[in-house]
């Protein structure tokens, strides 16, 4: 009797390490948790009950744990989770600036050191006076056409973000905003809401490029309405607008010389100080 007493007992206690063997840190429960607050899952009362007795030993935990679940379904947030969610908020804004910067480092590299070309002070191309030709008579130059191949590759590399539902996507974005974005609500497609950082990011970068410019001839001038027409149109074909301070710039860098003083007077001081100062233009 004192050996199959022992037997049972030894079988108990081998269950109970193997259960604490397989049972996770609390901290697996803080994000499995965290999760369903975000997303606004409703578990099926056996399916919560069932994956509840492969972590949680006592009933009476279970039961505890199941109705915190219902809560957080219900919108309620417990104070024991203000804490976590800062932190994966925190995480997860780290994590797009991380991805978002691997995105934009290539466009990065094309915009480096556009402002010490030295196109931008020539007085011609190729040996021919330009200053009196259009500026539809000159292309676009290399530096800008990789800038808008680039763009117009996004789409199909974020095809799979649009092509397939990803709850835990919608959840990362809700909670880490991608930079040069201040969307109050998600749009419909997580695709459009990337290529719009990364667009805006490029446009960004470009300005304070085309701001560090030194001097501007007028053929530079007229080069560099060129290339910021291309970029307008890319954009446009994106389905995205150019940013502001990229269309004031592209209207500064329009102005007659004559005219130059009544068109800066209703745009931003700083760009028209600098864009004049640029041009050699004394207002």
Known sequence: MANHRDGETDTRAGRDKARQKRTPPPSCFVVYLWSVSTRGVSLACHSFL???????????????????????????????????????????????KFAFEIVFGQLKCYLNGVALMEIWTSQSAGGAMTSDLPTFSLSPQEYITKVGQYLMTLPQHLDPFTLQDSPALVVAL?????????????????????LESVAMGTMHTYCEEILKIP???????????????????????????ASSNLGHIHTLLQASPDHYADTAELLPQRLSHTVATIRDIRT
Request: aromatic share 6%.
């Open 50 to 96: 069932f994956q509840a007795s492969l972590f949680v030993s006592s009933q009476a935990n279970i039961e505890n744990l199941e109705t915190m679940v219902h809560k957080l379904g219900d919108g309620e947030s417990p104070p024991v989770f203000a804490d976590i969610t800062a932190d994966l908020s925190k995480l997860s804004g780290e994590v797009h």
């Open 215 to 241: 001097k501007l001839s007028p053929h530079g001038c007229k080069q560099l309405i060129t290339d910021i027409d291309y970029l307008c149109n890319v954009l446009e074909d994106l389905g995205l607008k």
């Open 174 to 194: 809700k909670h880490g905003r991608l930079p040069y974005t201040n969307h109050q609500e998600m749009p419909e497609h997580l695709a459009d809401l990337w």
